[in-house]
């Protein structure tokens, strides 16, 4: 997944001059967050990881995790009494993607264990997260408001919030496909795309 592949005309008030500017990764230098909010399929995964890889182009180390599985790393680390190696390996990086935060409700130890990582990134590794929530349901998938305020109060420190919002860019490209095959077949497109995107 890369920039060029990006189709930003999916998302029209998301601009282009703003993620090529975050592309250049000034904000790895300033220990700056990103947070993308959008529901699914808008293409927060393909600019999270697209971003992550432009940064490894200028030598940065970068990390990937989706929500679930850092808390469950974490998790293991815990139990298997390695969490310091985790920590030491994780921290070598310059920039951690933490993908998909909201998408499953986290219980009371991966909770913690999210905000335990984020506390640890404060001021020292740049993140940037994904996620289909707004900040104010947070609380929600942390189960608790406070801790979910704290969390908050430090990624939202220095940050850059992206809202994307637009069409499903996976439903929009099956329809392209969609449509494409129409052609192949001979089949009126929009009966194509009824066939295969029943309402």
Request: net charge positive.
């Amino acid at each position: 997944m890369e920039l060029d592949g990006f189709d930003f005309e999916a998302i029209p008030r998301l601009s282009k001059k703003r993620i090529l500017d975050l592309s250049r990764c000034d904000l790895v230098e300033g220990r700056e967050n990103l947070v993308m909010v959008g529901p699914p399929g808008v293409g927060k995964t393909h600019l999270a990881i697209a971003l992550g890889r432009e940064a490894g182009r200028r030598g940065l180390q970068v990390r990937f995790f989706t929500a679930v599985g850092l808390a469950t790393a974490y998790a293991e680390a815990r139990e298997e009494r390695h969490l310091q190696r985790l920590e030491n390996n994780i921290f070598k990086r310059h920039l951690i993607i933490v993908d998909e935060l909201g998408y499953v409700p986290l219980g009371q130890g991966a909770a913690e264990n999210l905000f335990n990582f984020i506390s640890r990134c404060y001021e020292r590794t740049s993140l940037i997260v994904t996620t289909n929530l707004p900040f104010s349901k947070w609380p929600q998938v942390l189960g608790d408001e406070r801790m979910a305020g704290a969390l908050l109060d430090r990624l939202t420190h220095r940050v850059h919030v992206l809202e994307m919002d637009g069409e499903r860019y996976r439903l929009k490209a099956g329809r392209r496909a969609a449509r494409n095959t129409a052609r192949e077949n001979g089949t009126p497109a929009e009966e194509q795309i009824r066939a295969d995107y029943p309402a």
